[in-house]
């Protein structure tokens, strides 16, 4: 599976502990309007799971329940697959680029 830089950013909020949509916009700088999207697309596709809190812990924080999403073995898979394609494109940028004999 090939996944996007930005979908492989939210697949490694979650996969750091990052459980639910605000907290994974807030540690990725990403909008609303990519996060959750994403994270319905990863469980459809088999890559999350997920499952929502207590009513009565989010009654007790005043506030409203948190959908909780968590990598299945397949998004970690998926994950890790990106990452090294990757930090293979960072290397190949990375590397000092030599001078052609046209630009000495």
Do not use: C, H
């Amino acid at each position: 599976m090939n996944l996007s830089y930005t979908t492989a950013l939210i697949l490694q909020a979650l996969a750091n502990g990052y459980q639910y949509g605000f907290d994974i916009i807030d540690v990725t700088g990403l909008p609303s309007g990519t996060v959750y999207p994403a994270l319905r697309r990863f469980e459809d596709t088999g890559l999350v799971t997920s499952r929502w809190e207590a009513e009565k812990v989010a009654e007790s924080e005043q506030r409203s329940p948190r959908r909780y999403y968590e990598l299945t073995k397949y998004g970690y898979e998926a994950l890790a697959e990106a990452l090294n394609r990757y930090r293979a494109l960072e290397k190949m940028f990375a590397i000092e680029r030599k001078p052609k004999p046209s630009d000495a």
